[in-house]
C-alpha cells in the first residue's frame, strides 16, 4: 500500500513564494504528480516527477527525492486564483504485467492566498 | 469530445435502490479509471481499464460495486442495493494510453442516498 502525507492547510500573502511538502511511503514507485482543484471542480494536472530533481513549469516548480520520499510543490508570485487544494498523488508499478499503475493521492493541502 | 464527461451529475437516490454513472472518456484515450472522493479528501482509486479490459479493480468497496467499459470507451459504474455510505462524488478519469503520465479528470457525479 501507499502512505501519502502533505499539509492540511497553508495561507500565504499575493506575491510571495508557498512550498507544500508531500512525503509518501510506498511498496513500489513509478511517478509522483500534483494536481490542483478548486472548490467544486474536477483535479486539473500540475506536474509530474519521476526522476530525482527538480521540474520547473512557469510559476510552479515540483521537486523529488525518491530515497527520501519526498516531494515539494513550489509556487511563485501568488495570484489569489491560485487558493485551491493541491493534491499530492504516487502511482505505483502496476501489477499483471501491466506498466501503469493506480495513483494513490493524498487527501491535499488547502492553500488559502490573501490580497 | 473536448474532456471528460459524467452522467448524472447529481443524482440522489434511496436507500436499497441501483444507480448506474456514466463516464464518456476524451475521445482516443485507452486508459479509463474511477474514483470516489469524499468532501476534504483526495480521489480514492476504485478500478481501472484499458481498453475494454479491467485492469485493477481491487480498490471497488464490495461486491455492490461494479464496473464495465464493454466497447473500450464508454464505461458505467453500478452500485446495487446502495447504503448511505455510498454518498460522494464520484470522478472519472481518462488518460491516452498505458504509462501516459497525465490523467483528466471528468466533472464528476455527486451521489447522495437517503
Known amino acids: 500500500g501507499q502512505n501519502i502525507d502533505q499539509p492540511t492547510e497553508m495561507t500565504a500573502t499575493e506575491g510571495a513564494i508557498v512550498q507544500i511538502n508531500c512525503t509518501y511511503q510506498?511498496?513500489?514507485?513509478?511517478?509522483l504528480f500534483w494536481y490542483q482543484q478548486h472548490a467544486g471542480e474536477a483535479p486539473t494536472f500540475l506536474s509530474y516527477?519521476?526522476?530525482?530533481g527538480l521540474e520547473e513549469k512557469g510559476r510552479f516548480s515540483s521537486f523529488l527525492s525518491r530515497s527520501k520520499g519526498y516531494s515539494y510543490l513550489l509556487l511563485k508570485e501568488l495570484q489569489m486564483k491560485d487558493s485551491a487544494s493541491y493534491l499530492c498523488a504516487v502511482r505505483d508499478l502496476g501489477g499483471r504485467g501491466s506498466t501503469l499503475g493506480r495513483l494513490y493521492f493524498g487527501r491535499g493541502t488547502q492553500l488559502t492566498v490573501w490580497p | 469530445g473536448a474532456g471528460v464527461s459524467q452522467s448524472p451529475r447529481y443524482k440522489v437516490t434511496k436507500r436499497g435502490q441501483d444507480v448506474a454513472l456514466r463516464c464518456d472518456p476524451i475521445s482516443g484515450h485507452v486508459s479509463l479509471y474511477w474514483y470516489r472522493q469524499a468532501l476534504g479528501q483526495g480521489p480514492e482509486f476504485l478500478t481501472y481499464f484499458n481498453y475494454e479490459a479491467q485492469q485493477d479493480k481491487s480498490g471497488l468497496p464490495n461486491d455492490r460495486f461494479s464496473a464495465e467499459r464493454p466497447e473500450g470507451s464508454i464505461s458505467t459504474l453500478t452500485i446495487q442495493r446502495t447504503e448511505q455510505r455510498d454518498s460522494a462524488m464520484y470522478r472519472c478519469a481518462s488518460s491516452s494510453s498505458a504509462g501516459e503520465e497525465t490523467q483528466y479528470f471528468g466533472p464528476g457525479t455527486r451521489l447522495l442516498v437517503l
Open positions: 510506498t511498496s513500489g514507485f513509478n511517478g
Open positions: 516527477n519521476v526522476l530525482d
